[in-house]
C-alpha cells in the first residue's frame, strides 16, 4: 500500500549538535527504508540549519542526504520540501539536481484522497522581532546584498548565530511547556479554527517549526498535527490514507 512520509526540523549541518554525521546516517537509513512503499515524501522545513545558494557555488555537506533524496525522486517518489527559517535560501539549485518540488509558504494538497494543508510554521504567531526578521530574510533586495559577501563570513556567521539561538533557548529552559511554545500553538489552533470556519475543506493541518509533537482535534473531526523535531525525538508521519500516524524512527 503507497504510504506519504512526513519530516520536519532535522537541522542537518547545526554546529551546536555533536553528533551531526550520526544524525545525517540516521536520516539516510531512514530515507532508505521508506523507499519500498513511499509515493510521496514531505519535508516541513528547517532542514538544513543554514543554506544559502550562490549562483555558482553551494555549501558544502549533506552528500549522503542529497543522494538519497535524488535516489527517492529517480524512483519516482514525489519529494515536496516547504522551506522553514533556517533553510530560507534554496533557490534553483536543489529543485533542478535532486527533482524536487520547493514551497515557500503554505501548502494545500490532496494526499491519497485526503486534503492537507501544510506549513512549516514559522509565519504562524512568533515575536515582532521573530516577524521582522522572517521579512528581512526574505527581502529579494537584502538577498541580492547578502550573496556578495564571501561565504567565509556569511556561513561562519550564520551558524554562531544558530548555535547562539539554541544555546540561549536552552539556557533559558524553553522546553516543552516554554510560554513562547505555548502562544506560538495558541496562534496555530486559532490560524486553523478560522481557515476551518471560511470553509477550507482540510482534513489535516500540519505544521514543524515547535521541536515536540503535538496531535489535537480541532472543528468538525479536522486534526491538527505537529511533528517532532530529528534530533530530539526522530518522530516522522505516516499518511495511508486513512490513517496519520506520528511514529518513532523506524
Known amino acids: 500500500m503507497p504510504k506519504a512520509y512526513f519530516i520536519s526540523d532535522l537541522h542537518l549541518g547545526a554546529t551546536y549538535n555533536a553528533a551531526d554525521k550520526a544524525l545525517e546516517r540516521r536520516v539516510v537509513a531512514f530515507l532508505d527504508a521508506i523507499r519500498a512503499d513511499a509515493c510521496e515524501l514531505y519535508l516541513l522545513g528547517d532542514i538544513l540549519d543554514y543554506w544559502f545558494e550562490y549562483r555558482y557555488v553551494v555549501p558544502r555537506g549533506y552528500v549522503r542526504f542529497f543522494g538519497k533524496l535524488a535516489q527517492l525522486a529517480d ?24 527533482g524536487i518540488c520547493v514551497v515557500d509558504g503554505v501548502l494545500e494538497c490532496d494526499i491519497l484522497g485526503s486534503r492537507f494543508c501544510i506549513q512549516h510554521g514559522d509565519a504562524v504567531g512568533g515575536s515582532r522581532k521573530f516577524r521582522v526578521l522572517r521579512s528581512l530574510f526574505r527581502n529579494r533586495v537584502l538577498q541580492k546584498l547578502f550573496s556578495g559577501i564571501h561565504p567565509r563570513w556569511t556561513v561562519g556567521f550564520a551558524y554562531a548565530w544558530s548555535r547562539h539561538s539554541r544555546l540561549s533557548a536552552r539556557q533559558r529552559g524553553d522546553g516543552a511547556c516554554a510560554p513562547g511554545q505555548q502562544r ?67
Open 75 to 98: 524512483a519516482g517518489v514525489k519529494i515536496t520540501w516547504i522551506i522553514g527559517n533556517h533553510d530560507i535560501w534554496i533557490f534553483d539549485y536543489l529543485p533542478a539536481e535532486l
Open 184 to 250: 506560538w500553538l495558541d496562534a496555530v489552533r486559532v490560524w486553523c479554527e478560522e481557515r476551518i470556519a471560511g470553509g477550507d475543506p482540510s482534513r489535516y493541518y500540519l505544521f514543524g517549526h515547535l521541536h515536540r509533537g503535538v496531535e489535537e482535534n480541532l472543528s468538525d473531526g479536522r486534526k491538527l498535527i505537529v511533528l517532532p523535531d530529528w534530533p530530539s525525538g526522530e518522530g516522522y508521519g505516516v499518511f495511508d490514507g486513512e490513517n496519520f500516524y506520528v511514529m518513532q524512527h523506524i
